[in-house]
């Protein structure tokens, strides 16, 4: 059973979504932030609705979102928002792209949904009560060998320019298949057992709260790449079904 967190959290997608293809379907107006990176109305206005939305049902909790920041609140819970991950794809009518909602309590991230309507993904997860897609229950591989694992990444000149490389390389060569998806998506195929591992060597809280959730919850491990705990600081991430975290860490890690 849905509690009212997640309830909330797919309705919230659900009315960002419609914004999201409104605007999808009609012409695209890009912006570039200060860092460079574009925004559109889409990404605002999504983002709007959501909090909008939560704060209905949930008056006194905060938030923290990519595109207006931390709006403090009077509880200890706090919601997490990508409006939509993947924005470059979306401006370029690529369909990989979603919206990422998660909730933290204490610095626990205890709930998250992940919407990807051009894919029919809706994938969700509270902690302690597994995680779903399209609300049918999924699980992660049972894939232990490194030569059949499939493994998906982020940009690869982000590895080059942390200095994690050789790394990424030498994991690549001795898998069986590497695919560089990016963004979310990465995420739901290691939850559903699509795929075996992700890493990635440059992202932000809002990229990877819900996914964290929902990967664990599916039965799978989630760290950053020195092996540590997810943190709003997290710049890097390992997610994988768990029996190959180890073995992954060892390529970034030569003391694990």
Same mark, same amino acid.
């Given at each position: 059973m849905q509690s009212e967190f997640v309830k909330v959290a797919l309705d919230a997608a659900k009315n960002a979504e419609e914004i999201i293809l409104s605007y999808y379907n009609g012409e695209i107006n890009v912006e570039l932030k200060e860092d460079e990176t574009p925004v559109t109305y889409a990404d605002r206005e999504a983002?709007?609705?959501? =909090?909008?939305?939560?704060?209905?049902?949930?008056p006194d909790h905060g938030f923290l979102g990519e595109e207006f920041g931390i709006e403090k609140g009077e509880s200890s819970y706090i919601w997490i928002i990508d409006p939509i991950d993947a924005t470059k794809n979306y401006i370029r009518k690529i369909p990989i792209f979603g919206t990422q909602i998660a909730l933290m309590k204490d610095d626990d991230i205890i709930a998250g949904v992940s919407n990807a309507p051009l894919l029919n993904e809706v994938l969700y997860a509270e902690k302690g009560k597994g995680a779903y897609l399209n609300d049918h229950p999924i699980n992660v591989s049972d894939i232990s060998d490194l030569n059949d694992v499939m493994i998906c990444h982020g940009g690869i000149k982000w590895f080059v320019e942390r200095g994690t490389f050789p790394g990424i390389y030498n994991l690549?060569?001795?898998?069986? =298949?590497s695919r560089g998806f990016g963004d979310f998506y990465m995420y739901h195929l290691v939850s559903t057992a699509r795929a075996d591992a992700v890493i990635e060597a440059a992202i932000s809280i809002w990229d990877i709260a819900a996914i964290t959730v929902i990967v664990r919850e599916a039965g799978g491990t989630v760290t950053d790449l020195q092996g540590n705990d997810?943190?709003?600081e997290t710049n890097s991430l390992l997610a994988t079904n768990g029996i190959l975290h180890k073995k992954i860490l060892n390529y970034f890690n030569e003391n694990t």
């Open positions: 983002e709007k609705i959501i =909090r909008k939305t939560i704060k209905n049902s949930f690549i060569n001795d898998t069986a =298949r997810i943190t709003t």
